[in-house]
């Protein structure tokens, strides 16, 4: 039996890196063949590799896209996700500066990011939404965890939990020194 599929949305979201101007970019369209509408997000420097994206509706029904990035000219990682929700793609940054219609904001980690041989070490992001696709709170955990053995006999196990709310949670590779290395995660704290 086939599932009714008249209700899903299949609106397409990519992020991506232009190379000619070092930007974080985002196009939308709302259907395989739909028009695409693209802007850049973040235009502050060197910005835009190793990202990664997550889609998560408002309680509006509108998408919001979230995006965790590299930044080379900071050797930090970012975050970005659309503040201005009625519209699909609104510009971030018109000639390197922000418009305020993307929240753009860099970890401050104090370790190095380790991007591998090859840059292939993403900057993950993920939000929490229900089976429609729309956000909600995050769960928070108490963490447990287990590690026995060495090298690449090692077992080892660690759960993240995070804040209890809606902001995206990003993880992503660290160098703690020559010869180890760990996932750091990061969420925005609520707002008092």
Known sequence: ??????????????????????????????????????????????????????????????????IGYYATSCIKPKYAYKTDIATNAPEGSIDDTAT????TTIIPTAKTIFLGTQGNSKINVGVWKNTSGVIKNSPTVSGSNEHSGSSYEATCYDQVGSNGTTNAILGYAIKNTSSSGYIETAQIMPTE
Not at 37 to 54: A, E, K, Q, R
Not at 100 to 103: C, H, I, S
């Open 100 to 103: 305020g219609l993307w929240e």
């Open 1 to 66: 039996m086939f599932e009714d599929c008249t209700n899903i949305d299949y609106s397409i979201h990519i992020a991506a890196y232009d190379p000619i101007n070092l930007d974080l970019v985002y196009a939308y369209a709302p259907s395989y063949d739909g028009t695409f509408t693209t802007c850049v997000v973040d235009g502050s420097g060197v910005v835009g590799s190793n990202l990664t994206l997550d889609v998560a509706k408002s309680s509006s029904g509108n998408w919001i896209p979230y």
